[in-house]
C-alpha cells in the first residue's frame, strides 16, 4: 500500500503561482509514476501531468504544457506541481496519484494510489 498527502492549494489571482506537494509513504519503492489530475464541479477527473518514479520521462496535458512543471525528490519521496500563469480555468480539485505497473500515463486506471485531493481556486 502507498499512501498519498496534497497539499499547497489555495487561492490565487490570475497569472500567479502555487506548488503543490505530493508526499508519498509505505511501499514507494514499488512505485512506477506518480500523476496529477484535476477535477472541476460538474466535470470528469482530467489527466495534468505524470512523472516515472525512476526516470527523468514526465507528460503533460497539453493545456499546461509551458505553465506547469512537475518534478519528484526521491529521497524525500515527495512530488511537486509547479503552476505557472494560472488561469481561472486551472480552478480544480488536484488529485495525486501513484500507481505500480507499466500503463499509459494519461490513463486513470494507471493508478492504484490517490489522495484526498486539494483545492486550487483562480480568479479572474
Known amino acids: 500500500q502507498v499512501q498519498l498527502v496534497e497539499s499547497g492549494g489555495g487561492l490565487v489571482q490570475a497569472g500567479g503561482s502555487l506548488r503543490l506537494s505530493c508526499a508519498a509513504s509505505?511501499?514507494?519503492?514499488?512505485?512506477?509514476?506518480v500523476g496529477w489530475f484535476r477535477q472541476a464541479p460538474g466535470k470528469e477527473r482530467q489527466f495534468v501531468t505524470a512523472?516515472?518514479?525512476?526516470?527523468?520521462?514526465?507528460y503533460y496535458e497539453d493545456s499546461v504544457k509551458g505553465r506547469f512543471t512537475i518534478s519528484r525528490d526521491n529521497a524525500k519521496n515527495t512530488v511537486y506541481l509547479q503552476m505557472n500563469s494560472l488561469k481561472p480555468e486551472d480552478t480544480a480539485v488536484y488529485y495525486c496519484?501513484?500507481?505500480?505497473?507499466?500503463?499509459?500515463?494519461?490513463?486513470?486506471?494507471?493508478?492504484?494510489?490517490w489522495g484526498q485531493g486539494t483545492q486550487v481556486t483562480v480568479s479572474s
Open positions: 512523472i516515472r518514479w525512476r526516470a527523468d520521462t514526465t
Open positions: 496519484a501513484a500507481g505500480d505497473r507499466f500503463y499509459q500515463a494519461y490513463a486513470y486506471q494507471a493508478y492504484a494510489y
Open positions: 509505505g511501499r514507494t519503492f514499488s512505485l512506477y509514476q
